[in-house]
């Protein structure tokens, strides 16, 4: 089993910080109207300006949507750590950022029956599932009331 950083891969680049202790998803903000994004992109989706500024985004959110999951996805494209014989429902949904954007993201719980749409979510990025014998680092949200 890979342990240490040489043996992680992001799952995408350019989506968080990473190697990191404190790792950050990675947004953009507009110079011109100061809309925000994630993922990062040169173009901007609410006035079209083509002038924007890398920043980190927030740890912090709350849960503005989900859905579960409730069947294995068909791979490819799914590219998940569930087997059939060990498929559990997942949640999948939208964490709004304060004074940010809304990120949309699988979500972390041990309890799936009491998520709820307000609560507050923190970013948690480990370890997804392995390929060619590397760790694949994926970025998650989590109740914070889950992470004290
Ligand atoms: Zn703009």
């Given amino acids: 089993m890979a342990t240490s950083v040489a043996d992680q891969v992001p799952i995408a680049e350019g989506l968080f910080t990473w190697p990191s202790n404190d790792p950050r998803l990675i947004g953009s903000k507009c110079n011109n109207c ?14 079209s300006a083509v002038d924007s500024t ?25 590219e998940g750590p569930e ?39 923190e970013l948690v990025v480990e370890k997804y599932i392995e390929r060619d014998g590397k760790d694949v680092i994926a970025y998650f949200f989590q109740p914070v009331d889950e992470l004290a």
């Fill in 34 to 47: 100061g809309v925000v994004t994630f993922p990062a992109q040169n173009s901007c989706p609410a006035c």
């Fill in 54 to 78: 890398s920043i980190e985004l927030a740890r912090r959110g709350t849960l503005w949507t989900f859905t579960i999951q409730c069947f294995l996805p068909n791979r490819p494209p799914y």
């Fill in 83 to 121: 087997t059939p014989d060990n498929f559990q429902p997942f949640a999948v949904g939208y964490v709004e950022l304060p004074d940010q954007t809304r990120v949309e993201t699988r979500i972390k719980t041990n309890d799936i029956d009491k998520l709820h749409v307000g609560m507050e979510m």
